[in-house]
């Protein structure tokens, strides 16, 4: 089973809005997940793929609902394609799950599928692949999350065990801001950080493809302020890259 494995990270908490949904400006996902994937494990139960869906960890609704409601319709249909966000899944749990965050969704509603069949549930290792894929993929695109989703995830990593990211929710925000970064510490003059690759930037812990390349795209960087600033990298990964880089 996947695991992501992240520093500490915050995600700004603030109320959903899902005002002005429109599945078409997300497109397709282009994932050729299920080829093969029948016979394979569900992520979620442990129970052997009859039919398969491609799931969206995090739903399209929800990102929708948690601030991708303001992107351009290119970053939509990029979020939706985006693989570290997808997995193959028994279609009965997928249809479960729909647009559910990890406070919403429970055994209940795989067990009133009539597609499952009843007798399923979403095992502890299943709840830890959720809770720890859906703050990397949160954390990477500069999603938010609502309390209740706050506290669920809380309590899921605190039982994950090692290679769980250190999940704390940031100070609540209103809806349609993102959280307000700490002062960055001044940084040494002669260091700049530019001419990077995707690669060397992956190097770095808890550093992924989608961060990676907003990196070399808003590359140089004169300050820890500048790193900051990307969209998704927060006040921990900012500082990983500038010590990976410059030193501390």
């Not at 078409?24 to 994932?31: F, L, R, T, Y």
Request: hydrophobic share 40%.
């Amino acid at each position: 089973m996947p695991v992501v494995s992240l520093p500490q990270v915050e995600l700004p908490v603030a109320a959903e809005v899902g005002a002005g949904y429109a599945r078409d400006e997300w497109g397709p996902h282009n994932s050729g997940l299920c080829r093969g994937a029948v016979g394979s494990v569900d992520p979620y139960t442990g129970t052997r793929i009859d039919t398969c869906n491609v799931d969206h960890v995090v739903a399209l609704l929800e990102a929708h609902e948690s601030g991708g409601r303001d992107w351009s319709s290119g970053k939509k249909q990029r979020f939706s394609q985006d693989p570290s966000n997808h997995v193959a899944s028994r279609a009965c749990v997928n249809q479960s799950k729909g647009a559910d965050d990890i406070s919403e969704w429970s055994d209940a509603d795989i067990a009133s599928s009539s597609a499952c069949g009843g007798g399923y549930r979403v095992t502890a290792q299943g709840r830890c692949f959720l809770a720890v894929t859906t703050v990397a993929v949160k954390a990477d695109w500069g999603l938010a999350v609502d309390q209740a989703e706050a506290d669920a995830l809380s309590a899921t990593l605190a039982g994950c065990g090692a290679g769980s990211p250190d999940f704390e929710p940031a100070e609540r925000v209103a809806p349609s801001t993102t959280a307000v970064p700490p002062a960055a510490t001044p940084a040494p003059r002669d260091c700049v950080i530019a001419g990077r690759s995707a690669a060397d930037y992956q190097a770095v812990s808890g550093i992924g493809r989608v961060l990676a390349a907003r990196l070399v795209e808003a590359q140089p960087f004169r300050r820890r302020a500048d790193l900051q600033a990307v969209s998704g990298i927060g006040p921990a990964r900012s500082e990983a890259v500038w010590s990976h880089f410059c030193g501390s």
